[in-house]
């Protein structure tokens, strides 16, 4: 198994520009989430699904959409970019045996610098 | 609100000293704690999970513990090769996890 993995690895946007970082999971798992770290603040949850077709914010969800057509995929897109969106973005895949939080697995991260 | 709070920022042993990190949250229904090990620039690496008082779990030179308000994770006898940065999170009874700050740990040979 590949595990959780995250592509690209570093990434520089203007302001304004968009993309969608990638996150793949083979592990056959219903929730997958995105979260953003930086410094001094921890991991925080951006966006969550728990099953495809479903998905629900986090605690800062605000410039940034998901959406979720297959189990496999939970892609993360930044609509315009800003350099407060500058940080390390990392997903994260579990299972939902109990309908309450599992362990979680982490992928690699994106670094996106924002310029 | 719901939070976990982690002790000390930053921790600096030589080798061989143990000690102890530090995970205290605000109970509202806790369903489980988690430990996990992030080295630089990588994805944080699970370590152990935890879900009632008196639970205890160990892996090579680490143990886990959970009270009813707190966490320890005990390091004994560390060598170089456990600095890292040690995140908790907590589970509050719904599909998120809350995370800590971090504790970023260094082991001096």
């Known amino acids: 198994n590949a595990g959780v993995t995250q592509t690209p690895k570093f990434q520089v946007l203007k302001t304004g520009q968009s993309m969608t970082l990638q996150c793949a999971q083979d592990?056959?798992?219903?929730?997958m989430s995105w979260y953003r770290q930086d410094p001094g603040m921890g991991l925080r949850l951006i966006h969550y699904?728990?099953?495809?077709?479903?998905?629900d914010q986090g605690e800062v969800p605000n410039g940034y959409n998901v959406s979720r057509s297959t189990t496999e995929d939970f892609p993360l897109r930044l609509l315009s970019a800003a350099p407060s969106q500058t940080s390390v973005y990392f997903c994260?895949?579990?299972?939902?045996?109990?309908?309450?939080?599992?362990?979680?697995?982490f992928g690699p991260g994106t670094r996106l610098l924002v310029l | 609100e719901d939070q976990v709070t982690q002790s000390p920022e930053a921790l600096r042993l030589q080798e061989g000293e143990s000690s102890s990190l530090n995970c205290s949250y605000t109970?509202?229904?806790?369903?489980?704690l988690f430990w996990y090990r992030q080295d630089p620039g990588k994805g944080p690496e699970f370590l152990f999970t935890?879900?009632?008082a008196g639970e205890e779990k160990e892996k090579e030179r680490l143990k886990a513990t959970l009270t009813k308000k707190e966490s320890f994770l005990h390091i004994t006898a560390p060598k170089p090769e456990d600095s890292a940065t040690y995140l908790c999170?907590?589970?509050?009874?719904?599909?998120?996890?809350?995370f800590g700050t971090g504790t970023r740990l260094t082991i001096i040979p």
């Open positions: 592990m056959n798992h219903e929730y």
């Open positions: 935890l879900y009632s």
């Open positions: 994260a895949s579990s299972y939902l045996p109990r309908g309450y939080q599992e362990t979680q697995y």
């Open positions: 999170a907590v589970s509050f009874g719904n599909e998120k996890l809350t």
């Open positions: 699904s728990v099953g495809a077709g479903i998905t």
């Open positions: 109970v509202s229904g806790l369903r489980g």
